[in-house]
């Protein structure tokens, strides 16, 4: 792509291009937290650094970027009408279950709610879906669907504006233009769904919870109206039981659960001791859980795999239009019980990735492992254990040029990139009150590194450069 050849381009600006970056960085808040820094994560204002982001805005095809955004609603509705078939999503994750605890442990959270016949009228649904565009055929395929802690609304926002600000200042020698990245207001209208979900509650006194995953924790005797996990994804939000410590804290999460004070948002972290209990406690509070029990399980590597089953989504959706559009975007997956898929993975391994149902980056397995684990599996002919995975067909994105800024110092490299469209949805009853498209998150990766996430420390954030 020669409009982004960095070769091209003066050592003595991108220098200059780097420092102007970092400084408006710092002043605009793109930073993270410093695990090398002391204090850093327990006293706020210490030990940040600029969060990873490239220095450049990366070229997308103003097409893909249109038709990315027009699947964000139609996903929504899937994953609502999805979370309402419990009976399907209890039939196709009844495999998994078997062979993974984790999933299990939700399952049962979800039993519980269907025994006890839980409604949730209020449905809130902060989602992001993750595309790659796959070279060869020049398509735009989805990577995964989150429904929980769909993460970097607000980091992105503030890359699209940085780079908005370099090409204003820079772009003239650059011979780029500030007014074709890709317009991003994601934290904007995450946070207005939160706001409007908390309305249609309908008590001013009631508050918003935020479920984190640092170290501090802030409960009161206030009700809840509206829960959003930004933890709780992974089984290392849910380390223990302690039947002792959850004596002492189910007490005040009760409280706040059903108790009634004023307008504000606190801030819980999922304290490592309440776990489970906690997670089940909200469950069956009247809050709206975002997400809830139903919608966290329509996120799962296995359903996007069952959705991808010929005629399921017209199980859910009546739309023709839209299930056409749904289903080009979806990759090859496949359960394990597809034997001739497997002997294919065990023969061409790089045309795969293998994925248990985990999130947040760092738990797939490609290449040579994927052999071996299959070869693995079929050894110990355990059917069992197979379950706990799906297999999809690896998508092979265009490899552009990129500098990419880390800890202060850039590195040009060869990258990929891979669009996450955020996708805010809200309904009381039968009335639909948000269902949109909500902004993005771009992440740009060195082409030699499998997995991708941010916080992983795979990759940095970016943003569009339509062409
Ligand atoms: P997680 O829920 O952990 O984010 P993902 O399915 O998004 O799981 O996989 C993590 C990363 O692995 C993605 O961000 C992407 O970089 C890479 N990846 C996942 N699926 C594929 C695929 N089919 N082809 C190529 N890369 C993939
Ligand atoms: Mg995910
Ligand atoms: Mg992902």
């Known amino acids: 792509m020669c409009l982004f050849d960095y070769h091209r381009f003066d050592q003595q600006l991108l220098?200059?291009?780097?420092?102007?970056?970092?400084?408006?960085?710092?002043?605009?808040g793109l930073v993270v937290g410093d695990n090398s820094s002391q204090g850093s994560g327990?006293?706020?204002?210490?030990?940040l650094v600029h969060a990873p982001f490239a220095l450049l805005p990366t070229p997308f095809p103003q097409n893909q970027w249109r038709q990315a955004s027009e699947l964000a609603p139609i996903f929504n509705e899937l994953v609502d009408r999805v979370s309402l078939d419990a009976a399907f999503l209890q039939h196709a994750l009844s495999r998994t279950k078997e062979a993974d605890e984790f999933t299990s442990r939700l399952l049962d959270i979800h039993s519980k709610m269907l025994k006890i016949n839980k409604k949730e009228e209020i449905r809130l649904g902060l989602h992001r879906s993750d595309y790659m565009l796959d070279e060869k055929t020049n398509s735009l395929l989805q990577i995964e669907l989150n429904t929980i802690a769909s993460s970097f609304a607000g980091l992105s926002n503030l890359v699209t504006?940085?780079?908005?600000?370099?090409l204003s200042r820079h772009g003239k020698l650059l011979g780029l233009d500030s007014k074709s990245i890709g317009a991003n207001d994601a934290v904007n209208q995450n946070a207005e769904a939160l706001a409007k979900a908390w309305s249609e509650y309908n008590n001013p006194r009631a508050v918003i919870m935020i479920v984190v995953q640092a170290e501090e924790r802030n409960m009161d005797g206030q009700e809840i109206s509206v829960i959003y996990f930004r933890a709780g994804y992974t089984p290392v939000d849910y380390p223990s039981e302690s039947a002792e410590v959850l004596a002492r804290t189910k007490t005040p999460l009760k409280r706040s659960l059903d108790g009634a004070r004023e307008h504000t948002v606190v801030m819980v972290d999922l304290d490592p001791r309440v776990e489970w209990?906690?997670?089940?406690?909200m469950e069956q509070s009247s809050a709206v859980k975002c997400p809830s029990i139903s919608y966290h399980l329509v996120g799962t590597k296995k359903i996007q795999q069952e959705l991808a089953k010929p005629g399921v989504l017209e199980r859910f959706l009546e739309n023709k239009?839209?299930?056409?559009?749904?289903?080009?975007?979806?990759?090859?997956?496949?359960s394990l019980d597809d034997s001739s898929i497997v002997t294919k993975a065990i023969q061409?391994?790089?045309?795969?990735?293998?994925k248990p149902q985990r999130e947040g980056g760092g738990n797939?397995?490609?290449?040579?492992?994927?052999?071996?684990?299959?070869q693995k599996l079929l050894k110990s002919g355990s059917q069992e254990e197979a379950a706990a995975y799906i297999l999809m067909q690896r998508i092979f994105p265009t490899?552009?040029?990129a500098v990419l800024m880390r800890n202060g110092c850039w590195s040009k490299d060869h990258a990929i990139s891979e669009l996450g469209i955020f996708g805010t949805y809200l309904r009381n009853k039968d009335k639909v009150i948000i269902n949109k498209p909500s902004g993005y998150l771009m992440r740009t990766k060195m082409s030699s590194s499998d997995e991708g996430g941010v916080a992983s420390g795979f990759a940095v954030l970016d943003s569009l450069y339509l062409t």
């Open 15 to 28: 220098h200059t291009i780097a420092y102007d970056a970092l400084v408006w960085s710092s002043l605009h």
């Open 42 to 47: 327990s006293v706020p204002g210490v030990g």
């Open 161 to 166: 504006e940085l780079h908005r600000y370099i």
């Open 277 to 281: 209990k906690a997670r089940l406690l």
């Open 321 to 334: 239009n839209d299930i056409a559009k749904l289903r080009k975007c979806f990759a090859g997956l496949w």
């Open 348 to 354: 061409k391994p790089e045309l795969f990735v293998m």
């Open 364 to 374: 797939n397995i490609y290449g040579d492992d994927v052999r071996e684990t299959l």
């Open 399 to 401: 490899i552009s040029a």
